[in-house]
């Protein structure tokens, strides 16, 4: 779909139009940005603080930083770079990869993270959730849902970045993140990730009804137009954005001029 | 040009405050006892979490005196989200908890129903424009704050509760979410405060800081 939704302009009348966050989404390994297809087969990109400041120039209304090997390794990399970045970039930063406990979410903050986000650790040991939330508070708190399709409507949710399935049910694994103090949801569709095909929609969907809090759609942004699809399928706070960004196929301003064109409200 | 203060009680993202505040030109100098106060005549307070362990941790610190006083004898004072909702008398966050008292009102919870009557997400996490509160008068109150700063310029937001002022003379400027009203600035005197993080708002938010800072 390429034209604006006729309802979307008078869904949100009474209430102000709800707002989009456009959010590239820089995955690390090592010192390099790098960007993969299902989040395998990762081929380098460049430098992340030059393309973090860039993206801030641009007009990106946050960053997210993840580190994709991280919890393989049992490490963080990204320390270093987060420091850096937070020198010359003055938007929000969410960091991600290899969080293991409060103190590792310390030094992130440290740092200049604003937001922490969990996966593989919170879902071998869920309470970390609430020992985040309740340490640095809800706001700080993002929880990552890695979601593949495993069925009709049924997604499960991995973790290792995509390598391993937790047997869990993903939408379950979503609504328990929030009972235990997930601020915020990044929901990333394993299957569409590096695909270009456009966002999961059933998957956004089926998430933004049963969210108390913002949420991130993260996977399959081709085009400009595939936001505005996500945009008109569910009620989204943000969508993140990697390929589409990082091999140049598509400026933030231009993207944020496609949406706002289509009725979408962004930051301009 | 100036130094200032930042107060530096365990809270907080002190790294990327410190790192905008260099960027507009200011040099930090992280305060870390109340004794220390005396080096600068100009503060932060920045603050994130909850209401109360912010007001306990500024009280272990022995905070809590030092920055009335500093607000009585009118030197420049930006608090900063939880940092600007402590200023005022009482929270309702986990329980009623006690603030500094430097401005009158009370901090609550953003409301769990948009003015349609469907959930509210909370977090409030988001840019928002500013609506002035008494047009161009206003700006007279809000003295150098806005100064440079285009109208539709947004703010980056991220918080579950806000501040209510009992004096509606305080009230700088509001955002809006989920059709209700949100405190986004106040002033009293030479004491400020900022819902949203001006450091983390861009080229808006480092404006605001510029002009905190030669206030």
């Not at chain 2, 200023?87 to 769990?112: A, N, R, T, W, Y």
């Amino acid at each position: 779909m390429t034209d604006a939704s006729p309802n979307r302009s008078t869904a949100w009348s009474a209430v102000k139009q709800k707002r989009i966050r456009i959010i590239p989404r820089l995955d690390i390994k090592g010192q390099n940005l790098i960007k993969g297809v299902q989040l395998e087969g990762l081929r380098v990109v460049g430098d992340p603080e030059e393309f973090a400041k860039k993206y801030y120039e641009e007009g990106a209304d946050e960053l997210i930083y993840s580190d994709v090997v991280a919890s393989l390794y049992g490490r963080n990399s990204l320390l270093d770079i987060l420091a850096k970045t937070a020198k010359q970039v003055f938007i929000p930063l969410t960091v991600g990869g290899g969080i293991r406990s409060v103190d590792d979410v310390e030094a992130l903050l440290k740092c200049g993270a604003d937001k922490i986000s969990v996966n593989s650790a919170a879902i071998n040991r869920p309470a970390l959730i609430s020992e985040i939330s309740s340490r640095f508070g809800a706001q700080c708190c993002v929880v990552e849902v890695q979601a593949k399709v495993f069925g009709k409507g049924q997604w499960m949710a991995l973790y290792d970045n995509g390598r391993e399935n937790s047997d869990r049910d993903a939408i379950d694994w979503a609504c328990e993140a929030m009972e235990r103090g997930a601020g915020e949801l990044l929901i990333t569709s394993i299957d569409r990730d590096g695909s270009r095909k456009g966002m999961d929609l059933d998957l956004v969907s089926k998430i933004s009804s049963i969210a108390r809090v913002p949420i991130i759609a993260s996977g399959g942004v081709g085009s400009p137009s595939d936001v505005c699809d996500a945009v008109d399928s569910a009620v989204v706070d943000a969508v993140a954005i990697g390929d589409l960004f990082h091999f140049g196929r598509a400026s933030i301003r231009e993207v944020k001029g496609y949406l706002t064109h289509h009725g979408v409200d962004v930051r301009l | 040009m100036s130094k200032v203060g930042v107060i530096d009680y365990g809270s907080g993202n002190i790294f990327s405050l410190a790192r905008a505040v260099e960027k507009v030109g200011c040099d930090v100098v992280l305060i870390s006892s109340p004794e220390q106060m005396k080096e600068v005549d100009r503060y932060i307070l920045p603050g994130v979490g909850a209401f109360g362990s912010v007001m306990r941790k500024l009280e272990d610190n022995g905070f809590n005196e030092a920055l009335i006083s500093v607000a009585r004898q009118g030197k420049p004072l930006l608090g900063i989200c939880v940092g600007m909702q402590v200023l005022f008398d009482v929270s309702h966050e986990f329980g009623e908890q006690e603030g500094l008292g430097v401005m009158g009102g009370e901090v609550d919870k953003i409301p769990l129903l948009d003015i349609n009557g469907t959930q509210n997400r909370i977090p409030h996490i988001g840019w928002a424009e500013l609506i002035y509160e008494h047009g161009d008068g206003n700006r007279q109150l809000v003295g150098e704050l806005f100064e440079s700063i285009n109208d539709r310029a947004s703010f980056y937001f991220v918080h579950s509760f806000a501040a209510l002022p009992a004096d509606e003379e305080i009230s700088v400027a509001h955002t809006v979410y989920g059709g209700h009203p949100i405190t986004g600035a106040v002033r009293k005197g030479m004491v400020f405060g900022t819902q949203f993080h001006p450091e983390k708002s861009g080229i808006a938010g480092l404006q605001l800081l510029d002009n905190f800072l030669r206030s």
